[in-house]
């Protein structure tokens, strides 16, 4: 009996979890409207000081505080949590031909949308992602700690 393959799976009938530079590339693409929305959130109603060093050099700094910032973190949250329910990804992982999986093949549920992102706070820390990148490079499915609590992964759209 022959079975049609989706556009996830290799021929053997499993998902194709090989996607670690294009998911690390996926997240600084994604980084990147939410950089410009702490910008403008920063400039509209934040802080921002210039300072100049002993060598001329100019230093700018904006921030967010109370909350603006809890708006911006609600917002940056729902970018995620939106996009993934929509479609399963992200603009960062469409435009590098991947998607967000359950590992048992069951339907993706608000359930895993929310425990994913949710996570992505200890995912981030200290800064950039570095605990999410140690955890998809060590994980023989590429998951995030965000992906193991939600029974989920990133694998290639097709």
Request: net charge positive; glycine share 10%; proline share 4%.
């Amino acid at each position: 009996m022959e079975t049609e393959l989706g556009p996830t799976e290799s021929p053997d009938g499993r998902f194709d979890y090989n996607v670690t530079g294009r998911r690390i590339v996926a997240a600084l693409l994604d980084l990147i409207p939410l950089v410009v929305l702490f910008l403008v959130m920063a400039a509209a109603v934040g802080e921002s000081s210039k300072t100049v060093d002993e060598e001329g050099t100019r230093m700018y700094m904006v921030r967010l505080s109370n909350g603006p910032f809890l708006l911006y973190c609600l917002l940056a949250l729902g970018y995620f949590v939106g996009f993934e329910a929509l479609a399963a990804r992200t603009p960062g992982k469409f435009l590098m031909g991947l998607k967000v999986v359950k590992l048992d093949g069951g339907s993706y549920d608000w359930k895993a949308i929310l425990g994913r992102n949710l996570l992505r706070i200890v995912d981030f820390l200290p800064v950039l992602y570095l605990v999410g990148l140690v955890t998809v490079a060590v994980k023989p499915r590429n998951q995030r700690l965000g992906d193991l609590a939600a029974g989920t992964t990133v694998v290639r759209a097709g």
